[in-house]
């Protein structure tokens, strides 16, 4: 997944867990670096957790990365490269 944004502007992506009912634990993580101003935080919505990056990047770059968000299976997630100019 790839996505360009603008540094100084705030910035936010949501990652959904695997929508199995059978979901018991929810761990959102980040292999690599964001870029300086976006945090990842774990958040509820519609009564189901959802891993949320979101903030102001005050870096410009590309920057690559890994969210996982363990699923009730242990597994699941999505590569991202960000652009922020």
Known sequence: MGCNTM???PHR???PPDP???TKEY???VRGNLPQGLTLR????????????EG????TGEFIFVVSVLDWRGR???WIRLVVE
């Open 56 to 59: 102001t990047p005050t870096q």
């Open 13 to 15: 992506s949501v990652f």
């Open 20 to 22: 199995t009912p059978q």
């Open 7 to 9: 540094g100084d502007l």
């Open 42 to 53: 774990e958040q509820v919505m519609d009564g189901k957790p959802v891993a949320v990056i």
């Open 27 to 29: 761990c959102p993580r």
């Open 76 to 78: 699941g997630y999505q």
